[in-house]
Structure formats: structure tokens, C-alpha cells
């Protein structure tokens, strides 16, 4: 199952699609576990700066323009 659509551009991590024939299911199942969003959803949010990390806080709160700046 290979995975074309994905738009992560971390590929030193081992969950990315490009990495292996799983697609996306290892990285969801991470995210889903750990209760974080994955990083396309940030990306696909125009969020591609620094973040503390990846939790369903951090996103909301970028999101809602709230990151102090």
C-alpha cells in the first residue's frame, strides 16, 4: 500500500509513508495512541513553524492564533 498523497517532509521519521509500504496507518495509530495530531494537519493548517509539541492543545491553540506572537 503505498502512499503518494502524503505531505510530510520528515523522512528521517520511520512512520512516514515513504519509508515503508504501510501507508498511513502506523503514523495515525501513533498519533491516536500519544492523543497528538499528525503533522500534515498542521501543514495542511499553514502551521509549518516552530511548535512545542504536537498535542490536541498545541494545534488549537496555533490555529486560533493564539502562540503569543
Do not use: W
Not at 2 to 26: E, I, M, Q, R, V
Request: aromatic share 8%; net charge positive; charged share 25%.
Amino acid at each position: 500500500m503505498k502512499n503518494n498523497f502524503c505531505t510530510c517532509n520528515d523522512l528521517a521519521c520511520p512512520l512516514n509513508p515513504k519509508n515503508h509500504d504501510k501507508g498511513c496507518s502506523p503514523c495515525i495509530q501513533k498519533n491516536l495512541r500519544q492523543k497528538e495530531i499528525p503533522n500534515c494537519f498542521f501543514k495542511l493548517a499553514g502551521l509549518t513553524g516552530k511548535r512545542e509539541s504536537y498535542s490536541f492543545e498545541e494545534f488549537a491553540k496555533l490555529v486560533l492564533g493564539k502562540n503569543g506572537s
